[in-house]
């Protein structure tokens, strides 16, 4: 019933695209057949005849040209005109046929043109229901595809997905996590309160990476978060969210990578507390040799001892680098735990760096240090920590400038900071490599430079401990013709 449901009615056929040639042959024959069947029969008056013969005529031109297109309206007129002609030649007189052929030919005009009409329009409508379909086809096996991709990715991801309210996320995720995660986006967010820590501290639904996410809809947030699995183990994941946006640039989803880094930060942690350790228990050891060493200096001096002095003080210089050494490592690694911690103060800016001046004016005589018109600066900072990045300063411009080079240090106020310049003449530094610098165990690298002595860890250090009394730091330099370090510090108010 339906199958001669779908035969008979041309809506049901929109779209398939099949347009038949028996079907219109068929059909005009039988109908047509039916007509003169008819008309013999009830041996109607001519008005009513043509009455009837004009109207089935125009139904079949009008069902074959919306069933089966231009070719199924032409094979209806082409049956219809050899039906006129029968009757003109088979029942009218010599004197009526031309004038009913004229007329003929006036319909089977009228009838070309309207099956034309509604054939190309029937197959337009096809072609677009077609594309249509073809499209949706198309959306559908991508849509597959790209969640067979997802799901077999070695990678834990999360979409959440604005426009049905739902989110889902991967065999891996759910091998993460040891939870499926697909359903309604408030219940997850929801679960996720109760199972995302920060700082051992339980995140409110606002801060949720997800949340952010979908409310800041920024290009992508990356953050590492704390969770606590149904199982109760504690995951640190990094939960990196970028949104997705349509083509009028409305956010429709967010999709997520996480990433479990619980054994990386342990392993961080470890070696943070190795360091931690080795440096805390290295400076003790170091202490002592150093005082031992001065008496021995101070007894090699008393005995006019040169070659003992001169070997003692080469060994003193050692056991400072070492001492040095492991300062930095400890300082290092109490920056990467969070644990450099500040003692601030009031105190004169001008003092500490004749101090530090003085200092390397007696072990380095060969340069010549200059303060240059320094103003009177009172700095609310840490006067230790402020120290270590003047020493470190004056050290590098030391090391990296020609044996007997001049380096000038100045002071100045800037806008509610104190601002001072560590300015040499040696190596300089090429423009590429100066933010570089600045990072930790970064050293230039080239030829020559090489040979310095160090660690790349002075700068990085001296960059936090500026950073974290709100400064700057930066370099001014060029290749081979010196460099000039700057920071800033608050002055107190
Ligand atoms: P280190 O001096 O122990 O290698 P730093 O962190 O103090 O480590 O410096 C990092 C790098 O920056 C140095 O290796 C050196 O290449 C470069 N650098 C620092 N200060 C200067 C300077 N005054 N002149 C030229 N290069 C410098």
Known sequence: MDRLYLFLNPMRRLGMGKYSVFAPLLGNLSVLSFVELFLFLTDSQSTFGATLIITSSILLVVY????DGIRGGIISVGLILFYYLYIIFSRQELSQRQASIQTTFFLTGVYISLSA?????KQYVDRLII???KATIFMEEEKIRLNRILEHLPIAIRIANLRD???????????????KVNGNLESEIAYLTDHEYKNGKKMSSEDLTLVKALKEKKKSISEEIEYIRDDKKKLKLKINSAPIFNKKRKLISVVSVLSDVTVDRLMEERKN??????????KTP???????????LKRSKEQNNTAIFELVSNLILQTERLQQLASDLLDVSRIQTGKLFFMKQEFLLNELIAEVCD??????????????????????ADRFRIYQVLTNLMTNAIKYS?????????????????????????????????????????????????TFPGLGMGLFISKEIVKRHKGKIWVESEKGRGSTFHFTIPLDN
């Not at 002592?288 to 021995?296: G, H, I, P, R, V």
């Not at 072990?363 to 320094?374: L, P, S």
């Not at 240090?409 to 001072?420: D, L, M, N």
């Not at 003449?425 to 165990?441: A, V």
Request: hydrophobic content about 40%.
């Open 165 to 179: 309210n739902r989110i889902e996320g991967n065999k891996k995720l759910e091998e993460l996590l040891r939870r």
């Open 64 to 67: 074959f040209a919306f069933r």
């Open 402 to 450: 020609d044996k007997d080079g001049e380096i000038i240090i100045q002071a100045k106020k800037a806008e509610g900071f104190a601002h001072v310049s560590v300015k040499d003449f040696g190596i300089g530094i090429d423009n590429s490599q100066q933010k570089k610098i600045f990072g930790l165990l970064y050293q230039v690298k080239d030829g020559r430079d090489k």
């Open 117 to 121: 009409i509604i054939g190309w329009l």
């Open 359 to 380: 200092l390397f004016r007696e072990t380095r005589q060969d340069k010549r240090i200059v303060v240059k018109d320094t103003n009177t600066l009172v700095v609310s």
């Open 286 to 296: 170091i202490t002592s040799m150093k005082l031992l060493l001065n008496l021995l």
């Open 131 to 133: 594309k249509e379909k």
């Open 273 to 282: 507390n190795f360091i931690n350790m080795a440096s805390h228990e290295l």
